[in-house]
C-alpha cells in the first residue's frame, strides 16, 4: 500500500480496529480490505500451487475474500478460515455464504495460538495481512506448521516488511501500531525455526509486497 493510502485510511483504520475489527466500522473496514487487497492477493496466490481436491486453511481471514478467490481453484477439495475477530467470521461467512451452504467451506473462530485441527490436516496453510499481529510469532508459526501436511506449503502474505526505504509515515503505522514486520532475513530465520525446511520469498516490482513460502 502506498504511503498516501495508509494516511487517507488512518481514521477508517483507527475507527475499524484493524488488530480485532469490531462493530460497523470494523464491517466497512473488511468490506474495503476485501477490494484494497485483492490485487495482493491475486499476485500471492499465484505463487502456489492449489490443486482442485486440496484442503486449505486460511488463518485471519477477514473479510473473506481470499477464501473466495481460492474456491475459484479448490473446486473439489474444502476451505476453512478461521479468525478471532467475531466480526471478521460474521462478515466472511455473509460473503461466502453461497460457498458455505454448498458444503465447500467453513468458517470458524479461533485464535492461530490455538488452531482446532489435527496434526497435518491441511495441504496448503495461507495468511494475508494478518502476522503483523500474531501473538507469539515464533510459536504461532510452529503452531500452523503443525497443522500442514508434511510437503504441504504454508503462504504469507503482506504489503510491507522490513527494509531501509519504507516511508515515514508507513513506519509511523508500524509503531503505532506495534506490528510484528519482519525482514526478509528474520522470515527465514522464523519460518526454518518453525520447521519449514525449504524457505522461498517473492517480491513485487513497484511495491513493498512479499509473499513467504514454506514448505513443510
Request: aromatic share 10%.
Amino acid at each position: 500500500m502506498a504511503e498516501a493510502d495508509w494516511q487517507k485510511l488512518d481514521r477508517e483504520t483507527v475507527e475499524g480496529n484493524p488488530r480485532r475489527p469490531e462493530g460497523e466500522a470494523g464491517r466497512a473496514m473488511l468490506a474495503r480490505m476485501n477490494e484494497s487487497h485483492a490485487q495482493l492477493v491475486e499476485w500471492g496466490l499465484a505463487q502456489i500451487d492449489l490443486r482442485a481436491g486440496d484442503t486449505v486453511l486460511d488463518i485471519g481471514c477477514g473479510g473473506g475474500n481470499t477464501l473466495a478467490r481460492m474456491a475459484q481453484r479448490v473446486t473439489e477439495g474444502h476451505l476453512v478460515g478461521i479468525d478471532y475477530a467475531e466480526t471478521s467470521v460474521e462478515a466472511s461467512r455473509a460473503f461466502n455464504a453461497g460457498l458455505i451452504e454448498a458444503g465447500r467451506m467453513e468458517i470458524l473462530y479461533g485464535s492461530v495460538e490455538h488452531l482446532p485441527f489435527a496434526d497435518g490436516q491441511f495441504d496448503a496453510v495461507v495468511t494475508v495481512e494478518s502476522f503483523y499481529f500474531w501473538p507469539s510469532p515464533e510459536e504461532s508459526l510452529k503452531e500452523a506448521a503443525r497443522v500442514i501436511r508434511r510437503g504441504g506449503t504454508f503462504l504469507l502474505l503482506a504489503e510491507i516488511y522490513g527494509r531501509d526505504d519504507l516511508p515515514e509515515g508507513i513506519r509511523a503505522k508500524i509503531a503505532g501500531y506495534d506490528l510484528t514486520n519482519p525482514t526478509p532475513e528474520e522470515f527465514e530465520r522464523l519460518f526454518r525455526a518453525a520447521g519449514f525446511s525449504d524457505v522461498t520469498m517473492d517480491f513485487k516490482a513497484g511495491e513493498y509486497w512479499i509473499a513467504v513460502r514454506g514448505v513443510r
